[in-house]
């Protein structure tokens, strides 16, 4: 088992001799240990701080041990339960087990049996609390872990990982959407110290409502907000000890903002609606595909957040300028979704890739691998089977723009894409035109035309704000 540095305990113990016992013993273990002398003043401290283990006198003024445990099931965290009794019964001992307490210990009682009990119990709520996470990172793990490169800048990206994992800064990764940021930020947290932490990611662009944002983010009380009938536990608390993941850093809103400053500078925090301050002992990963220096000078990002995250800077290069990245990710991907016997990429197949401008980047190029692999007949991949022009891919009209306007730069510069009059497009402006197009051709069907764009309607939604799309009244 896995040894605690302290166990925060609360001791509810009529008996104040007893109690007092309790409290040096465990104490002297290394735990920091809370005592109170009756239910009502064990319930509030339970309610008002978070503890590991909680060992409960059946028989006390107010309410009884029992009782408490009840409500301790209202909770969304609790403590793990040891009930103590000087008048045990088989009745009462399997009635505290239905209530969901740990075990049950008769008096009198051995202290080092007190101290066997407490640590087991510690390493259940570890265990519940890390499968929680788990299946957390399970259900929004997206793509393969690993980062494929051979292109230079991106190599000396993955050395610059290496080099600052170990320490505790904060990193602000940037780049495009689809460049890979939630992945450079695993690698961080699973070369640092805190790898044997949780790993908590937050889509800081899931929300526009500050409140909800702030409950998320440092959690509340009972009653803090309107039918709000629960405390819940805020994903700074889960990220004790690890690392917490901020993507998408630039949509937060400002007053949210100014409370996560004023957190990682005090180095605390308190739930909505509550008075106990909470320690932040986490490390700051945030990612963003937002030009934050503008936002600092349009006032939309605050200049005293940016330079509290932006200790490091790890900067990822767009997948149009890592052509030679484009056929060992597209073999890394047909691997993935190929299984033991993966189709091949034609020449001419890998030549189409490598002039497609992947305005997804590999976010993109992993989901059209995966349609080739599920349309391709036979054993091999060509041009035709690749759906980069067929509305399926977030920027097919690319293709249609390149052949119809290409021409090249100067010095042989990579052609550009250009709209029916032959002027240049960007390629917000290209993909802005794409998901206008499928959003229309789906009848604004949001999933259907998440379905056809490759991506989650999560993402569909927040491009539709980004790009501020009005649904037609008649659809």
């Excluded at 403590?79 to 009635?95: D, F, K, L, S």
């Excluded at 229309?440 to 704000?465: D, E, F, P, V």
């Amino acid at each position: 088992m896995k040894e605690p540095s302290h166990i925060k305990i609360l001791i509810a113990e009529d008996e104040e001799m007893l109690g007092g016992v309790l409290q040096q013993f465990l104490t002297g273990k290394g735990h920091h240990v809370t005592v109170t002398h009756d239910g009502r003043s064990a319930l509030e401290a339970l309610k008002r701080e978070e503890y590991d283990v909680a060992l409960l006198d059946i028989v006390m003024p107010e309410l009884d041990g029992l009782e408490v445990l009840r409500h301790l099931q209202e909770e969304p965290n609790p403590p793990q339960v040891i009930i103590i009794t000087g008048n045990g019964t088989i009745e009462t001992a399997i009635t505290a087990i239905r209530l969901g307490a740990y075990d049950y210990l008769s008096k009198p009682y051995r202290m080092a049996e007190i101290d066997v009990l407490v640590r087991r119990a510690w390493e259940k709520r570890r265990l519940a609390t890390e499968n929680a996470l788990l299946q957390r990172h399970l259900e929004r793990a997206n793509g393969v872990p690993e980062i494929v490169t051979r292109y230079a800048p991106m190599q000396a990206v993955l050395a610059l990982v290496e080099r600052v994992a170990k320490s505790d800064s904060p990193v602000l990764i940037t780049g495009e959407s689809g460049t890979g940021k939630e992945l450079v930020a695993r690698a961080l947290h699973r070369l640092s110290e805190r790898s044997s932490g949780p790993l908590v990611d937050v889509d800081c662009a899931s929300t526009t409502d500050a409140l909800t944002m702030e409950s998320e983010l440092f959690g509340h009380e009972k009653g803090a907000l309107p039918g709000v009938l629960k405390r819940k536990t805020g994903l700074f608390e889960l990220a004790s000890g690890g690392t917490l993941f901020l993507d998408e850093i630039g949509d937060l809103d400002l007053r949210v903002q100014g409370k996560l400053l004023r957190a990682l500078e005090s180095g605390g925090y308190t739930r909505l609606g509550g008075s106990q301050k909470l320690d932040v002992d986490f490390r700051v990963v945030a990612a963003t595909k937002r030009d934050i220096r503008e936002d600092v000078m349009d006032r939309k990002f605050r200049s005293d957040l940016f330079f509290r995250i932006n200790t490091i800077s790890i900067t990822l290069p767009p997948l149009r300028d890592r052509v030679v990245d484009i056929p060992i990710l597209a073999q890394h991907y047909l691997k993935h979704f190929g299984g033991q016997s993966p189709p091949t990429l034609n020449d001419d197949a890998v030549a189409a890739m490598e002039t497609y401008p992947w305005p997804g980047n590999i976010r993109e190029l992993k989901n059209v691998i995966e349609r080739a692999v599920l349309l391709a007949n036979g054993g091999n991949i060509a041009r035709r089977d690749l759906p980069l022009s067929n509305g399926t891919a977030l920027a097919a009209a690319a293709a249609t723009n390149m052949v119809a306007h290409a021409t090249n730069g100067p010095h042989g510069a990579p052609p550009y894409v250009g709209d029916e009059n032959g002027k240049s497009l960007s390629l917000a402006e290209l993909e802005r035109r794409h998901i206008e197009a499928v959003l229309n051709r789906a009848n604004w069907h949001q999933g259907r035309a998440a379905a056809q764009l490759g991506i989650s309607s999560k993402t569909l939604y927040r491009k539709i704000r980004e790009y501020g799309f009005v649904r037609p009244r008649n659809v």
